[in-house]
Nanobody, 120 residues
Framework: QLQPVESGGGLVQPGGSLRLSCAAS??????IGWFRQAPGKEREGVSC????????NYPDSVKGRFTISRDNAKNTVYLQMNSLKPEDTAVYYC???????????????WGQGTQVTVSS
């Protein structure tokens, strides 16, 4: 029933930064994950965060560059993306989950997502 809305995407040069937002009523009661899908590639998880925000996970592809955080008072989860690379170009999605897992096959539906394009 949770219907998160992603925002904050755009066009950025390699090495630049973007901060994505995921917002929805009731978001503060869920584990939240960020996922992405590049053209011709399967969807992959890039981060997830516990309800309290004290536990986070990242794959090696983004570790050290991406940081997930949340503001439960605002029902919002953020994805800070630094040192962006062309291979980060994708549509980014967020989703609520009951377990901290980066496998996108756990989800039945997805929102509109937000486009991130890294190019010079």
């Amino acid at each position: 029933q949770l219907q998160p809305v992603e925002s904050g995407g755009g066009l950025v040069q390699p090495g630049g930064s973007l901060r994505l937002s995921c917002a929805a009523s009731g978001l503060d009661r869920h584990i939240i994950g960020w996922f992405r899908q590049a053209p011709g590639k399967e969807r992959e998880g890039v981060s997830c965060i516990s309800i309290s925000g004290d536990s986070t996970n990242y794959p090696d592809s983004v570790k050290g560059r991406f940081t997930i955080s949340r503001d439960n008072a605002k029902n919002t989860v953020y994805l800070q993306m630094n040192s962006l690379k062309p291979e980060d170009t994708a549509v980014y999605y967020c989703n609520a989950q009951e377990v901290a897992d980066l496998d996108p096959r756990l989800f039945d539906s997805w929102g509109q997502g937000t486009q991130v394009t890294v190019s010079s």
